[in-house]
Nanobody, 123 residues
Framework: QVQLVESGGGLVQAGGSLRLSCAASGRIFSIDAMGWYRQAPGKQRELVAGITTGGSTNYADSVKGRFTISRDNAKNTVYLQMNSLKPEDTAVYYC?????????????????WGKGTQVTVSS
């Protein structure tokens, strides 16, 4: 199994910044992408930002220009720099890893989740 260790969540005032980190360890074979999702109370979980091994990124429209995702492939770690935070960014943020795994000549995609870290932005 792959274990994800998240850090960096907390309480911040509107306009402030936080930097989330997520390090993957365990049975690492070939990580294809890492990303951050969030889920606010009463809402569905949504993709905030994702990044592939090659560096291709995508962001939710609501965070473009404010959040930046980056990755250290050698350390199997993904970061999310969150600037100009707004109260509507308040949510539990989850790290996700997509990895290609294989056995006996077959390959498949596996997905792993962190336990989540709370981000609260006050007015």
């Amino acid at each position: 199994q792959v274990q994800l260790v998240e850090s960096g969540g907390g309480l911040v005032q509107a306009g402030g910044s936080l930097r989330l980190s997520c390090a993957a360890s365990g049975r690492i074979f070939s990580i294809d992408a890492m990303g951050w999702y969030r889920q606010a109370p009463g809402k569905q979980r949504e993709l905030v930002a994702g990044i592939t091994t090659g560096g291709s990124t995508n962001y939710a429209d609501s965070v473009k220009g404010r959040f930046t995702i980056s990755r250290d492939n050698a350390k199997n770690t993904v970061y999310l720099q969150m600037n100009s935070l707004k109260p509507e960014d308040t949510a539990v943020y989850y790290c996700n890893v997509a990895q290609t795994e294989g056995q006996y000549g077959s390959t498949w995609s596996s997905y792993y989740w962190g336990k989540g870290t709370q981000v609260t932005v006050s007015s």
